[in-house]
C-alpha cells in the first residue's frame, strides 16, 4: 500500500510540476510536494530511505544556500548522482518537491546522496524521516525575529533532537559559534568541527548585531580573544572553563570560494563534509576554484556593458558582511533594497542592529528602494553625522527606475553592489536577467 500510495502521490507531484513550468506561472518549488504530502504523508520518510549513500542535512542562519552548491559540486565531481533543493525551498513541501523531482514516476529513486539545505526552525520536524548521515550545523544568528526568536531556543532543540539519532551520524558545526561548539561538545555522535584560525582577520571590535556572547553552559559573559562575524570567534569561558573546540582543518591551507570572509566559512564545512565521505583533495581544490555562485549569493552579473554584484542581505549579521564586502572595495555605488514579505520576515526592525554607518562614512552614492523604502532611507539618515556628510543618498521607491540609476550612476570602472532582502534579489534578478532563479 506504501508503495502505491507513494507512487500515486510522485506521479500526481511530478504532473503538477510540468504543468506549472509550462504556462511559466512558477518554478514548482513548493506546490508539488505540498499535494503528494497530503496523499503520501511518510513520503518524505519513504524517499529518503532510497538515498544509497545517505542525506546530507545542511542547517543555519546563514549560508546554506552557498555551501549546499559548492558539497553538491564537489560530489557531482566525484562521479555521484546528487538530489538537491537547489532552488532554496528549505521547508518540509520543498524539500520533499526536490526528492520527486529525482525520482521516476513509479516513486523509485536512483541517487547516491540527497543534498538537502533546511530551514533552522523545521529540523527537529525533519530529522526522524530524513535520518541524515551527515549533518552541517553552519550557525544560528537572529533572523525573522517575528517567526523565529532567539538563538538559545533553537540550539536547544537541536540539540535534544540530534542526541537521539544514531551514533554513527556525523555532526559538523561550526566551533566558532560557541552555541554550535557547545552542541557539538554534548553529542555522542561523531562529531567534527569546522572553524577559522585565523587572527589577522579579527574584527576591530564586536558589532551590534551580535547574538550570543554569554556561555551556554554557565551564562557567564565569554572572553573573546577576537571575533570574525557577530558572535563568531576565539572564545573562553573564565566562569567554567568552556572553550571553543578545535577545527578538524586548518582553515589557511584552503582557498577561498567567492567574497566575504562569510564565504570561507561556508567554504570550510562543504571541505570538512567532503573529506568525512572520502573525497580526495584534488577533486575538492579544483572544484573550489572553478566554484560559481548561487543566485543572488554573490553572484557576478553585466548588465549593460557594467559590473553588478549581487549580495542577499537578509538579517543584521549578514548584512554587516556584506557591507564589509562594499566598504573594503574602491566601488563607490551601492543599491538597497528592502522589503517585509513573508520570506524576508515581516519584522524589518533588524535593520537598526546593522553597522550602516561603516557604509555611510565611505560616501559614494546609496540608492534605496523596496517595500520598506522609507525605514530603509531613515536609518540610513540616522548614520550620517551631519547633512553634508559626503554620501549622495537616492531614495527611489520604483525597483526599476532605482536600478536603472544606479546603473546610471556606477562608471564602468566600477562594480554596482545591490543589497537585497531575500523576496527583493528575486524582483532584481528578473529585472536584470529576465528570471528571478537561474
Not at 553552519?138 to 532543540?157: A, C, H, M, P, W
Amino acid at each position: 500500500m506504501n508503495k502505491l500510495r507513494l507512487g500515486l502521490a510522485v506521479s500526481i507531484a511530478k504532473s503538477i510540476t510540468f504543468l506549472v513550468r509550462s504556462l511559466n506561472i512558477g518554478a514548482a518549488s513548493v506546490l508539488p510536494g505540498a499535494i503528494a504530502r497530503k496523499i503520501a504523508p511518510n513520503l518524505l520518510q519513504l524517499l529518503s530511505q532510497q538515498v544509497k549513500n545517505g542525506v546530507i542535512l545542511i542547517a543555519g542562519t546563514n549560508g546554506k544556500t552557498t555551501t549546499a552548491l559548492l558539497l553538491c559540486s564537489i560530489l557531482k565531481g566525484k562521479g555521484y548522482k546528487i538530489s538537491h533543493n537547489s532552488t532554496g525551498a528549505n521547508l518540509e513541501n520543498g524539500l520533499a518537491t526536490a526528492l520527486i523531482e529525482s525520482a521516476n514516476f513509479l516513486g523509485k529513486l536512483n541517487v547516491d546522496y540527497a543534498i538537502l539545505e533546511v530551514d533552522e526552525n523545521i529540523v527537529p520536524k525533519v530529522l526522524k524521516p530524513l535520518q541524515p548521515r551527515v549533518i552541517l550545523c553552519l550557525n544560528l544568528f537572529r533572523d525573522q525575529l517575528d517567526r523565529y526568536g532567539e538563538v538559545d531556543t533553537i540550539s536547544k532543540r537541536w540539540t535534544q533532537v540530534i542526541s537521539t539519532l544514531p551514533d554513527n551520524t556525523v555532526v559538523i558545526p561550526n566551533a566558532d559559534d560557541p552555541t554550535l561548539s557547545n552542541l557539538g561538545q554534548q553529542l555522542s555522535q561523531r562529531v567534527v568541527f569546522f572553524g577559522l584560525n585565523e587572527p589577522e582577520s579579527y574584527l576591530e571590535a564586536i558589532p551590534h548585531a551580535v547574538d550570543s556572547i554569554y556561555c551556554p553552559r554557565c551564562g557567564h559573559s565569554l572572553e573573546y580573544q577576537g571575533v570574525y562575524l557577530s558572535h563568531l570567534g576565539d572564545f573562553t569561558c573564565p566562569s567554567c572553563g568552556f572553550t571553543k573546540s578545535k577545527p578538524s582543518l586548518e582553515s589557511r591551507e584552503w582557498p577561498q570560494i567567492l567574497v566575504g570572509l562569510y564565504n570561507k566559512y561556508n567554504t570550510l564545512a562543504a571541505v570538512t563534509a567532503a573529506k568525512e565521505l572520502g573525497i580526495d583533495e584534488v577533486i575538492i581544490k579544483d572544484t573550489i576554484e572553478n566554484f560559481q555562485a548561487a543566485f543572488g549569493r554573490a553572484e557576478d552579473l553585466i548588465i549593460d556593458g557594467k559590473k553588478v554584484r549581487i549580495l542577499l542581505s537578509k538579517n543584521p549579521v549578514g548584512t554587516n558582511e556584506t557591507i564589509r564586502v562594499v566598504t573594503e572595495s574602491n566601488d563607490q555605488t551601492t543599491l538597497l533594497v528592502l522589503n517585509d514579505r513573508t520570506p524576508d520576515g515581516t519584522d524589518v526592525s533588524w535593520i537598526w542592529d546593522v553597522d550602516t554607518e561603516k557604509l555611510v562614512e565611505r560616501g559614494g552614492t546609496l540608492i534605496v528602494s523596496g517595500d520598506r523604502v522609507y525605514d530603509m532611507a531613515l536609518r540610513l539618515r540616522y548614520s550620517q553625522k551631519s547633512l553634508d556628510s559626503g554620501v549622495n543618498l537616492i531614495v527611489e521607491p520604483d525597483l526599476h527606475k532605482a536600478i536603472a540609476t544606479a546603473l546610471e550612476h556606477t562608471p564602468t570602472t566600477e562594480t554596482l553592489h545591490i543589497l537585497p532582502t531575500y523576496s527583493a534579489m528575486l524582483e532584481v534578478r528578473e529585472i536584470l536577467v529576465g528570471k528571478k532563479i537561474r
